[in-house]
């Protein structure tokens, strides 16, 4: 992060505390809960995530020319592979012969990927390389060869758009948060593990535990809530993203002492969310990136977190640091966060009108919510 912005998110901290205030919102903002349960309203959202630029994967995962990975996460089936120039491409999972998916879903390196239903071969390139060609007479390339989707890799992630033909362009999707993530060593990180889990949630519900630090104290009491305040929090609008900083308890410490960089990050937490569906959340010595992606119905999604860290980080010295983080986060989120929304979601067909409420000490709901209605129904 650089210094300037740390410099000032160290002030507006120091601020609050003092003060015993937080980043407000001007007002409190009604919003209809049935954009959680509506099977209208999440065909709309999956029609938008197809349209931007959405994380697949960690570039460490596709080391080597042919290492590929494939996966349905986003909803539309894809396959990624490494190409012998460093390069990367992406294609639609999906045989041109008779629609069969190409591979199973996973990681691995292969020069050849064959069809298992007729046997349809291609290239790493996604080009056909072989079929029974006396049955095919006047196929054409653009018959036969993979479909391929816009996919490019940037801060050491993997960034592809669902829309064959789209344009892709990331760091102009990023907007300024692209300078800002340039300011961290993420391109040199390694993955160092990864899951996917499927949740009995709306897939908005897991973007709103990160987006407000108000139910730190109540829900997670006995175990975040110690180490965290439930206020106290700078907010920042960043085009459709934001960032939210959660401040650790220890940051008494230094608030009214003078600025120093190392301690300023070792006392703070910070939650970028990247719109739509993609927090980042930098704890110090490594990123975690959690995303998530809308199920076929309302109740359900997919979530993909990774772990990311320095190389020199990785090997079995470190080995226990890492289960104890990875069973804390998964724990938390999974325990409390979750089950919370899974009741939140069961009540609300009995709420009159269906109308929840964003509190103006939750900026980061209100921004989030509205950004995703207005571009749902710009595209309408």
């Known amino acids: 992060m650089q210094i300037d912005l740390q410099r000032k998110l160290f002030d507006e901290i120091s601020g609050y505390i003092n003060t015993n205030t937080t980043c407000l919102a001007a007002s409190e903002m009604p919003h209809l809960g049935s954009s959680y349960i509506d099977p209208e309203y999440l065909a709309r959202e999956k029609d938008l995530l197809r349209t931007l630029p959405q994380i697949v994967g960690h570039s460490s995962s596709l080391a080597e020319p042919n290492s590929y990975i494939a996966h349905n996460d986003t909803g539309v089936p894809i396959l990624v592979v490494r190409q012998a120039d460093g390069s990367l491409k992406a294609f639609l999972n999906i045989c041109r012969h008779r629609a069969a998916r190409l591979c199973e879903p996973g990681k691995g390196k292969a020069k ?48 592809l758009v669902g829309t064959p033909g789209a344009e892709i362009d990331v760091a102009a999707f990023l907007g300024p948060l692209d300078t800002e993530f340039e300011s961290f060593p993420m391109t040199n990180f390694v993955l160092e593990r990864d899951a996917v889990i499927d949740v009995d949630i709306n897939w908005k519900f897991v973007l709103d535990g990160f987006l407000e630090v108000y139910h730190i104290p109540k829900l997670h009491t006995t175990t975040i809530a110690p180490w965290f305040f ?151």
């Open 230 to 380: 439930g206020r106290h929090s700078p907010f920042e609008i960043i085009g459709p993203h934001s960032r939210l900083v959660g401040i650790r308890k220890s940051f008494t410490s230094i608030k009214d002492g003078a600025f120093e960089d190392s301690e300023f990050l070792r006392n703070i937490a910070i939650n970028y969310q990247v719109f739509p569906n993609s927090f980042f959340i930098w704890q110090g010595d490594h990123f975690e990136i959690w995303t998530s992606y809308p199920g076929e119905v309302p109740g359900k999604c997919k979530v993909r977190v990774q772990s990311l860290c320095k190389p020199e980080m990785i090997g079995a010295e470190f080995e226990k640091r890492w289960d104890r983080n990875w069973s804390i986060l998964l724990g938390t989120v999974e325990a409390e966060d979750w089950a919370m929304s899974k009741e939140v979601q069961a009540s609300l067909p009995h709420v009159p009108g269906m109308q929840i409420l964003f509190g103006a000490n939750e900026p980061g709901m209100q921004h989030f919510h509205s950004e995703l209605d207005k571009l749902i129904e710009a595209a309408r």
């Open 112 to 159: 050849l990927f064959t069809c298992p239903y007729h046997a349809w071969t291609y290239s790493p390139d996604g080009k056909l390389a072989g079929l029974m060609r006396e049955g095919f007479p006047n196929i054409s390339s653009e018959q036969s060869d993979l479909i391929e989707l816009p996919v490019e890799e940037r801060h050491g992630l993997i960034w």
